[in-house]
């Protein structure tokens, strides 16, 4: 086995600081509301393309079908993974 060097990630220090500010706040963890039969399921992950995002998916019950509404979708650190197409 040889060396391996630690990954490198093209954030600037001012990228740092806004992902450190985001890691104790309770908005990134997932949460849900429930109103009636109206639900709404927000919860934050890490791409490897965006950064630090953000989803929120509205849900309704209808009868006896769920529907499930469009989708927030919000990048909370931008992040530039270095590949340009």
């Not at 006896?64 to 927030?72: A, C, H, K, L, V």
């Amino acid at each position: 086995m040889g060396y391996s060097a630690p990954l490198k990630y093209d954030f600037s220090e001012s990228d740092y600081e806004k992902l450190l500010s985001h890691l104790y706040r309770d908005d990134i963890m997932p949460s849900f509301e429930i109103n009636a039969d109206k639900a709404v399921v927000s919860f934050s992950y890490w791409s490897k393309w965006r950064g630090l995002c953000r989803k929120i998916i509205p849900v309704e019950m209808a009868e006896r079908s769920i529907i499930i509404g469009d989708t927030e979708h919000e990048v909370l650190v931008k992040y530039d993974c270095g590949i340009r197409y």
